[in-house]
């Protein structure tokens, strides 16, 4: 999940794109909100991902004047949850 922006201009967001690597330190691809608007600050990625595997995520907005800088780049590591303790 994403933080909350609080200051937008006075310009309503319109979407967030978030994008993905492929784990190997290669290009960003969209996961969502680039081709179609998304709103949501929260997203599951269920396919492509390979367990163990340092993926880079960052994310956009638009507004009405355009899309903003991306966010500073996240790494997430992928793994199953945890067992719960006996």
Do not use: C, H, Q
Not at 10 to 21: A, G, H, K, V
Not at 61 to 80: E, K, L, M, Q, T
């Amino acid at each position: 999940m994403w933080d909350e922006v609080t200051e937008n201009g006075s310009s309503e967001i319109l979407s967030y794109s978030l994008e993905i690597d492929d784990g190997t330190g290669g290009d960003f691809t969209s996961v969502v909100g680039l081709v179609s608007d998304y709103l949501k600050k929260e997203f599951t990625i269920t396919s492509n991902i390979v367990k163990r595997t340092l993926y880079r995520l960052r994310y956009r907005a638009r507004n009405a004047i355009g899309w903003g800088a991306y966010s500073p780049i996240a790494y997430v590591r992928a793994a199953n949850i945890p067992s719960a303790p006996l």
